[in-house]
């Protein structure tokens, strides 16, 4: 089946930092989304982006298909944003969201 | 709309005891998800409807796991008898159709069997 790798698996960033989460996948996509599941163990929709380039406010991401790779920016960042991102693929028969294993960010006052 | 909705939130049980945790997804999706999250294994499929019909329970760890959509507003899993490995936090997601659209979660059901 369809492998989803993420990285960093952690990373901790003084407030106000940027960041990038990468998400790679081993199989063509047609449905891509990122989540961010806060402290409180919500899972978040933030993206739903199987290609091109997506900006909500200070995230802002993009998925090049063709390359299989999907990219998470987050600019000025706040200890809200706090939390792990998962990045979630369909597999080929439209069946299952396979998760990656996510990117646990912790941004520190 | 209301999003996902699961109940209960939050339950306590004792080793053999029947579990059961309810859902209902967001009106006019098609497909339904559960999901069991640990910190060993992650976010795991245990089983997709579509149209209210079991697609995939492939996922479903063994026979003490069953799940039933009886109509499109309600799904229901459940655990009997239950075992303290059970523990975990269990998802349910709704999807707008087989693969269209973004998929959305409830806040959960964390199940702690003692």
């Known amino acids: 089946g369809i492998q989803v790798e993420q990285s960093p698996p952690d990373l901790i960033l003084q407030e106000g930092a940027n960041s990038t989460l990468r998400c790679n996948f081993s199989?063509?996509?047609?449905?891509l989304q990122w989540f961010h599941q806060n402290p409180w163990g919500q899972l978040i929709n933030l993206f739903y982006?199987?290609?091109g380039t997506k900006q909500n406010g200070r995230l802002s991401a993009t998925t090049v298909a063709t390359e299989r790779y999907s990219l998470l920016y987050i600019s000025s960042s706040q200890t809200t944003d706090s939390g792990v991102y998962f990045c979630?693929?369909?597999?080929?028969?439209?069946?299952?969201?396979?998760f990656g294993p996510g990117t646990r960010l912790s941004v520190l006052p | 709309d209301a999003g996902v909705i699961q109940s209960p939130r939050h339950e306590v049980t004792e080793m053999g005891q029947e579990v059961t945790l309810r859902c209902k997804p967001i009106?006019?999706?098609?497909?339904l998800f559960w999901y069991r999250q640990t910190m060993m294994r992650g976010l795991e499929l245990l089983i997709y409807?579509?149209?209210?019909?079991?697609?995939?329970d492939s996922g479903m760890p063994e026979d003490r796991f069953s799940a039933k959509m009886p109509n499109a507003s309600f799904s229901t899993l459940k655990i009997q008898p239950s075992e303290p490995r059970d523990s975990a936090v269990y998802f349910c997601?709704?999807?707008?159709?087989?693969?269209?659209?973004?998929?959305?979660f409830g806040e959960g059901s964390r199940l702690t069997v003692l």
């Open positions: 979630a693929v369909l597999d080929n028969y439209g069946q299952n969201f396979v």
């Open positions: 199989d063509s996509v047609n449905n």
């Open positions: 982006i199987p290609s």
């Open positions: 009106s006019g999706h098609n497909s």
């Open positions: 409807f579509n149209n209210n019909v079991p697609i995939d």
């Open positions: 997601a709704s999807l707008l159709g087989r693969n269209t659209g973004e998929l959305f």
